[in-house]
């Protein structure tokens, strides 16, 4: 289940647009994300907002959510993004982006929701075309 997890939070940030959740996969996601925006408050016109093309915004609802989903997929704790996780569960076809992910790092913030807003907005600025809220 944890490598599923892992590969949510990679399909949260890189995957292309075109490529369908299915099965236990779409399960997973709905679940964290359903979780995390109870978990947030966040408004999920937001994150609908982002997957249309918009850049992640400042929302301090928004930044808790991103750093709930990927602090539960095992991607990052006490206050630190692990890339390499990350990438060692991107698909075959989205490895192109690990040096993209890697010179992004984890972008420090304020607290641990800025942390992850900031280091998810650097994949986002690098991936625009393959990036999505789950």
């Given at each position: 289940m944890e490598g599923y997890l892992g590969l949510c939070i990679v399909l949260?940030?890189?995957t292309a647009r075109t490529l369908a959740l299915d099965g236990e996969l779409a399960e997973l996601a709905k679940m964290l994300r359903d979780n995390c925006v109870e978990e947030t408050g966040v408004d999920t016109a937001l994150i609908d907002k982002v997957n249309a093309g918009a850049d992640l915004m400042g929302d301090a609802k928004l930044k808790c959510y991103i750093k709930c989903v990927m602090e539960t997929a095992g991607m990052m704790s006490e206050g630190a993004v692990d890339v390499e996780a990350v990438i060692a569960?991107?698909?075959e076809e989205l490895q192109n982006h690990a040096d993209k992910l890697r010179a992004c790092g984890t972008q420090k913030g304020a607290?641990?929701?800025d942390t992850a807003f900031l280091t998810q907005s650097c994949w986002?600025?690098?991936c625009k075309t393959n990036y999505i809220l789950i």
């Open positions: 949260m940030c890189l569960v991107l698909p607290d641990d929701c986002q600025k690098a």
